[in-house]
């Protein structure tokens, strides 16, 4: 509902792009950074009310870079979210832009937001977000896997870490951060987020990965095997099935650790152990 | 030097995308925008040296919306500023991010902004750039743009004057309104740069057409005659080039009156003859 009432309903001038707006946007997917920014509101004692716009703003950015990274000259996919992507409805002219609109939106909703109970300005969260977005972390990752393809017998483990600590782990964090920042969290509270947030970043991409391999196209809304046909280099790839899944268990069990520091950590718990356990 | 200053240098990992994101900055644009910024700031009393960062801010989404602009899926363009575009040198999926790094950065740059002397905050200056940037605005004008294609006999005056106050006068607009924040400016002044800047720049999109089927690429820098080639309707088209030149001298001199009424418009004034005569 918060989503809605932020963008431009589809009957706005130029109807073409809010429709690839909203497309997009309700499209179905997890919802995971909004719901990682409520939680960690709630984990530092905040009313998780306070966190939707940047909750929101961490939602439109993520799905730009979806809409991007889809494009034929990127990773070229067909499905996301069990749907048609973008460029497939409304052709990759429209989908470029309709990308830029919502990285543009996600900066107009964090100015308009007048966060309440809480020492941080929203400047201060136009610089988290704007910076785990920028050309060091959300890009900068996408440019290391550009590049990274076709080359995945050379990549080391540190490299794939780096790339994914860049490409999910900065924008999850943000999302994380924004919501401590929305319940006022102090130094150490915001300490502990960040290590939440590192840890179950990584290790949402190290079961992205195995459900890769592991699971169908239909159960993943997604094109399956898709890393292979790519040649990305892949947690499973390099370090085998196994040890993959005992890396994610215990990268969950760090995060665990993290947000047990916190007042109210219970639905960040219940959060990271549906992530270790999903199926798509 | 301030876009310098403010861009990540060449060397910052990942390189290629501090390499594509200056390649586009630092390919000699007129830096319209910027000159703009700086001179209403003058205009309305204020020392230009605290316009700088908007002033940049407008260039580095200018510069965005340009390489986006470009792609193969939009305008198709091999040359820009006298040079090869982004995407011929960078490849399609690197310009992609490039344009996207460099629309997340304006924001990055304007969130770190510290105007002195003004009533107005940062968030002011991001509310202004990202509305003008928006789906409403500078991303509805490229909908409605690409919407128009192959259709110049269908398109009205109103509507092309619609087309270019979302393509290029928000923009400009926005550019000339953050220099007058940047100066205190009242809201009278702030008033008066607003008509000044929405008179110049539908004044600068009629040259521009003008120019397009008066020029040749050299002295253009970017490829000549395109409008025609891509069936868009152009004012030339619609009115004929004669009565086109009388509307842009029409507008320009609008533009000049409304400068006459701040304190110190010398720059605002040249500025507005220079866009008029120019050549390119």
């Given amino acids: 509902a918060h989503l809605d009432a932020l963008l431009p309903s589809e009957k706005t001038a130029p109807e073409t792009i809010h429709k690839a707006m909203r497309y997009s946007i309700f499209a179905g997917g997890k919802r995971l950074r909004p719901v990682l920014c ?3 509101c709630e984990a530092c004692g905040g009313d998780p009310k306070n966190a939707l716009t940047p ?20 990773d070229d996919d067909d499905y996301r979210r069990g749907r048609l992507t973008n460029h497939k409805i409304f052709g990759d002219g429209v989908a470029v832009l309709a990308g830029d609109a919502l990285l543009n939106e996600s900066f107009l909703a964090l100015a308009s937001y007048e966060p309440l109970e809480t ?6 969260f136009i ?7 920028g050309s060091k972390n959300l890009i900068g990752g996408q440019i ?8 995945s017998n050379e990549i080391t483990y540190k490299a794939l870490v780096k790339i ?15 919501g401590g920042m929305a319940a006022n969290a102090t130094a150490s509270q915001q300490d502990s987020l960040r290590r939440f947030g590192s840890n179950i970043g990584l290790a949402f991409q190290v079961i992205d990965d ?16 898709k890393d292979l046909l790519m040649e990305k280099a892949t947690y499973p790839a390099l370090l085998g099935l196994e040890k993959a899944k005992e890396i994610a268990e215990e990268l969950t069990s760090n995060a665990i650790n993290a947000a047990q520091e916190l007042p109210e950590p219970s639905v960040l718990l219940v959060l990271a152990d549906y992530l270790l356990k999903r199926k798509k």
Same sequence: chains 1, 2.
């Fill in 119 to 124: 020492r941080f300005s929203p400047l201060d």
């Fill in 127 to 133: 610089k988290s977000l704007s910076s785990a977005g």
């Fill in 210 to 225: 195995i459900l890769d391999v592991t699971q169908d196209s239909a159960s993943l809304g997604k094109t399956a095997g």
């Fill in 55 to 74: 909750a929101c703003a961490s939602e439109m950015l993520h799905t730009y870079s979806l809409i991007h990274d889809d494009l034929p000259c990127m």
């Fill in 38 to 40: 409520l939680a960690a």
């Fill in 144 to 151: 290391m896997d550009i590049e990274a393809e076709g080359k």
């Fill in 164 to 178: 994914h600590e860049g490409k999910t782990g900065a924008l999850l964090t943000s999302a994380i951060e924004m």
